[in-house]
């Protein structure tokens, strides 16, 4: 609906992708677009990610704002180069005079046995990219209101969905009054931060849920974006509870959550009465079994007891 | 002068211009003018650049690779600011960021030099895509060496121009080398303007040693080009000298150098020039002082220019008014100091 919106207001927003036009998306997020817009501004395309996301980078360095879908955000490697080496870093390399103002939407992550190539986070590559801004929303409101601000923005926007998300139902607050790049606290508590993004937001907010059933108050902050990422508002909850648990889907080691703690560190260190704690995605490849898929990454069950060794109790 | 003399005269006059100004990076880098080593120079490949860039029409993007100079060069780049970038410097058009490798020039239509093999060349699919959508009569130019030809980029971006009927050409400067290796060892097949046919992309091969016949020919394209029908040009050169500054070409024959170096589209066209008595002999050493002059003079401006304020290395990450990178310093200092 944001996209919808955008392109009618904005007449150089292009969409163009695998399977975007005809078939409406594979997970029918663009369904209905081509009869509304036609083939000019929905384009479909050949299945060459690295062309595509190239193409779109020069059409949006020469007065386009493209929207380039890659189905899943495992393809991303095939166009690495192009976002890594190309659109994020254009504006710095050519001394400002050139922007980049594109959006490459993905959706990833695990939940339905898409097995090791159809279900990764990969977000920390993106986030270990300067020159990009990346986006992970959890509620429609979020998906709403960031994609909105994304086809606003002057530089390259990764803006990364979660497939088990899709089916998703809630309220939309059209007038949100959160600004980019500044996260939420979807529920405050005193006795320990819960930091998460994207799908794990959920999961968190349910275990946080269960928590106060022994009497636990957690505050969990959504992170929304994680590049401008919001250190003030985790740094400041991380102060006031003395306890932090970063959740996230994508693997462990050298993950977001390998940076998150470090900004908690490097931002709360006095406050911190334990260790920050992280709970992440197994460091394996995602099997395609739904038990195995379903254990390599955190579950309601497992925040809620890592909260509780967190608390020792 | 007849109409054609001046073109063959402005012809020699761009190509030598090329030429003098990668003499001078050379010299400008035994004098540690340069930032690094990795300039590569496109003498010996004028007459792509020139015969090419000659053909466009002023609004036309381009892309380059990085032995780009000589093009940017042809299409109306200062030398001056082009000198003081490949310094490093903050005079130069990316105010010392970007360098040789990375050159570019949003008013001339230059959308970027590239140095990942092949980089830049779906940029231009895209920039026709924007021309055609926006209806622009313009149209987008991707230079790129042998090299890329094996890159699988550049397939896929012929199958888009050709799918999209994009106003796109497709330059390839054939130097026989990328870096060390001859192109017969790293291609099997050498007929490449066939594989262009294959997309549906119009392919033509060309020997780079006549300028005039590359003019003629990429403006027949460039017509076709601008009609929708992406193009596919092979101009085919010798590299004169070596992969980049500390290269000595150990990995080919003195012999096979001298033979290459003997296809000097150049002095091809001086030899006719002067054959046809269309100039004498007076008004090319005009010429060639003049050029001179304006390379030292770049030269000069690039040495002369100030380097970039430490704090510039923040800036322009993100568009002006976005939060700019936390410096490492401050990251640790608030860490030690809460």
């Given amino acids: 609906m944001a996209l919808q919106e955008s392109m009618r207001e904005d007449s150089t927003i292009i969409l163009m992708g695998e399977d975007v036009g005809l078939y409406g998306g594979a997970y029918g997020v663009t369904k209905g677009m081509i ?39 495992d393809f991303v490697m095939l166009a690495m180069d192009q976002l890594a080496n190309q659109a994020a870093k254009i504006r710095y390399m050519f001394g400002g005079q050139i922007s980049v103002p594109m959006v490459m939407r993905a959706q990833g992550g695990t939940g339905r046995s898409g097995a090791a190539q159809h279900s990764q986070s990969l977000e920390a590559w993106m986030m270990h990219t300067p020159g990009l801004n990346l986006a992970m929303p959890a509620t429609v409101t979020d998906a709403y209101v960031l994609l909105k601000h994304a086809l606003k923005l002057s530089d390259p926007v990764v803006f990364l969905e979660h497939k088990m998300l899709y089916t998703l139902k809630g309220e939309l607050n059209k007038d949100d009054s959160l600004s980019w790049g500044q996260a939420a606290i979807l529920r405050s508590g005193s006795d320990f931060t ?120 | ?139 987008a130019v991707a230079f790129f060496g042998d090299g890329a030809m094996q890159q699988g980029g550049l397939y896929e971006s012929m199958n888009l121009a050709a799918l999209w009927k994009l106003p796109v050409m497709f330059v390839c400067i054939n130097n026989e080398y990328g870096m060390g290796t001859r192109l017969d060892r790293a291609s099997a097949s050498l007929e490449f303007a066939k594989r262009a046919e ?7 091969e060309i020997d780079g040693l006549d300028v005039t016949q590359v003019y003629h020919k990429a403006q027949k394209l460039m017509e076709r080009v601008r009609n929708g029908s992406p193009a596919f040009l092979k101009v085919n050169c010798y590299r004169f000298h070596g992969h980049a500054r500390k290269d000595k070409s150990h990995y080919r024959e003195d012999s096979e150098e001298q033979k290459g170096r003997e296809k000097d589209s150049i002095l091809h066209l001086e030899n006719q020039l002067i054959e046809g ?62």
């Fill in chain 1, 35 to 73: 009869e509304e817009f036609g083939e000019k501004r929905i384009l479909d395309t050949p299945i060459s990610e690295e062309g595509i996301v190239g193409c779109a980078v020069g059409s949006a360095m020469t007065g386009l704002r493209p929207v380039v879908e890659l189905m899943y955000v």
């Fill in chain 1, 194 to 313: 819960l930091i998460t993004y994207s799908r794990m937001v959920h999961r968190a907010l349910e275990a946080a849920e269960r928590l106060t059933k022994l009497g636990i108050q957690a505050e969990v902050i959504d992170l929304r974006t994680l590049y401008p990422l919001d250190t003030e508002t985790i740094n400041s909850s991380v102060k006031k509870t003395g306890r932090a648990l970063v959740v996230t889907e994508d693997c462990l080691t050298a993950g977001v959550s390998a940076e998150l703690s470090a900004r908690i560190m490097e931002g709360a260190f006095e406050f911190l009465e334990e260790p920050v704690l992280r709970l992440a995605g197994e460091d394996i490849p995602i099997p395609v079994s739904p038990s195995l898929e379903k254990e390599a990454v955190p579950s309601v069950d497992r925040i809620f007891s890592t909260a509780k060794l967190l608390l020792r109790k």
């Fill in chain 2, 1 to 139: 002068m007849d109409t054609e003399t001046q073109i063959l005269i402005r012809l020699f006059r761009q190509m030598l211009r090329v030429r003098t100004f990668e003499e001078r990076v050379g010299e400008l880098f035994l004098k540690g003018g340069t930032a690094g080593s990795m300039l590569h120079l496109s003498i010996g490949e004028e007459s792509a650049a020139v015969g090419v860039g000659e053909a466009m029409h002023s609004g036309d993007g381009f892309t380059t690779h990085h032995r780009g100079h000589g093009i940017f060069l042809a299409r109306g780049a200062d030398p001056k600011k082009m000198m003081a970038e490949i310094g490093g410097k903050e005079d130069g058009y990316c105010r010392g960021k970007g360098g040789s490798m990375h050159i570019a020039d949003n008013d001339l239509g230059h959308l970027g030099a590239n140095a990942i093999v092949g980089g830049g060349i779906s940029h231009v699919v895209g920039a026709g895509l924007s021309y055609q959508y926006l209806g622009k009569d313009q149209a």
């Fill in chain 2, 198 to 204: 294959t997309f549906g992309v119009n392919g033509l």
């Fill in chain 2, 277 to 338: 008595s269309l100039v004498t002999t007076e008004n090319l050493e005009q010429i060639k002082l003049e050029i001179d002059n304006e390379m030292d003079e770049a030269m000069e401006y690039a040495l002369n220019s100030t380097e970039p304020e430490s704090i510039q290395r923040f800036q322009d990450v993100y568009a002006p008014g976005s939060p700019e990178p936390l410096p490492v310093d401050e990251r640790i200092r608030q860490a030690l100091n809460p």
